[in-house]
């Protein structure tokens, strides 16, 4: 058996565009009967949120298309570089503040923005949404969609899965 491969989704609250990664990307990996030799988490960079569910309304656009929705918001510490073979952040200033708490190159490359591996848009972010309205929510889930499954083709071919 191949050893269980371990993905972190990353934005700034942890409460949702991560949450969302997370619960979208691990319904994907169930769908793909890949859940046994996946697993993934999701985090923050910024400590406002620590210990809260995901955001009511991230919550509702992610029920409206049958997904689960768990978590609970935690921030990002470098330990999780030991832990997480692929640490995908949502947008620039996401991916400057974990490349920042890297101690090695191998640990660099583990970091990779999350829209790299999505395939039907040319976004180079996932918005935050948190300040705007139900259609941000509605966007952030398509991105994710997409690059769920850019992910999930990736590991197949690099990982043989
Ligand atoms: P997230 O969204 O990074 O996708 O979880 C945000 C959540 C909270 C805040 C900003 C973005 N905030 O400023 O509290």
Known sequence: MEQL??????????????????????????ESGLSD????????????????????RM????????????????????????RFDLILTM????????????RSGDERKRVRCFTDFCAEHEETEVPDPYYGGDEGFEFVADLIED??????????KTRGL
């Open 37 to 56: 030799r996946i697993a993934c988490d999701s985090a923050g960079t910024a400590g406002y949120h620590i210990g809260k569910s995901p955001d009511a």
């Open 91 to 102: 947008d620039d200033d996401n991916y400057r503040d974990i490349i920042a708490q890297a």
């Open 5 to 30: 491969c371990h993905v972190l989704f990353v934005c700034l609250g942890n409460i949702c565009r991560s949450p969302a990664g997370e619960n979208i990307f691990r319904h994907q990996l169930e």
């Open 147 to 156: 690059g769920s499954a850019g992910i999930i083709a990736h590991l197949r």
């Open 59 to 82: 919550t509702k656009a992610m029920r409206n298309r049958g997904y689960q929705v768990t978590g609970g918001a935690r921030q990002f510490v470098p330990a999780d570089f030991d």
